[in-house]
């Protein structure tokens, strides 16, 4: 079974900074990719960043510049670095992963098949 946990949310002021970091127990981590989404209340789920398995990434545009992705293949972690986080990154934060394969996309919620319970991210103004 594969589980997924995140950690390192919390509430920060605007230009603030934070570190989320998702653990990753049961599968094959090296060649997954994986990816952060967020959701905020009474928004539909969106894509921030993702990391393929040969360190390739890819971001969404509100975040490009601010927030870096980054993965750990001996500690089996992948890291979501926020930087000048404004109010509107609120959200709850999701740790995902993708198997390999050959039509892998960073971007596309539906292709993620394991998701962790998620991290409260809030950024007061």
């Known amino acids: 079974q594969v589980l997924l946990v995140e950690s390192g949310g919390g509430l920060v002021q605007t230009g603030g900074s934070l570190r989320l970091s998702c653990s990753v127990s049961g599968r094959t981590f090296s060649s997954s990719a994986m990816g952060w989404f967020r959701q905020a209340p009474g928004k539909e789920r969106e894509f921030v960043a993702a990391?393929?398995?040969?360190?390739?990434?890819a971001y969404a545009d509100s975040v490009k510049g601010r927030f870096t992705i980054s993965r750990d293949n001996v500690k089996n972690t992948v890291a979501l670095q926020m930087n000048s986080l404004k109010p509107e990154d609120t959200a709850e934060y999701y740790c995902?992963?993708?198997?390999?394969?050959?039509?892998?996309?960073?971007?596309?919620?539906?292709?993620?098949?394991?998701w962790g319970q998620g991290t409260q991210v809030t950024v007061s103004s």
């Open positions: 990391i393929n398995y040969n360190g390739g990434t």
């Open positions: 995902a992963a993708q198997r390999f394969s050959p039509s892998i996309a960073l971007a596309t919620i539906a292709k993620y098949d394991s």
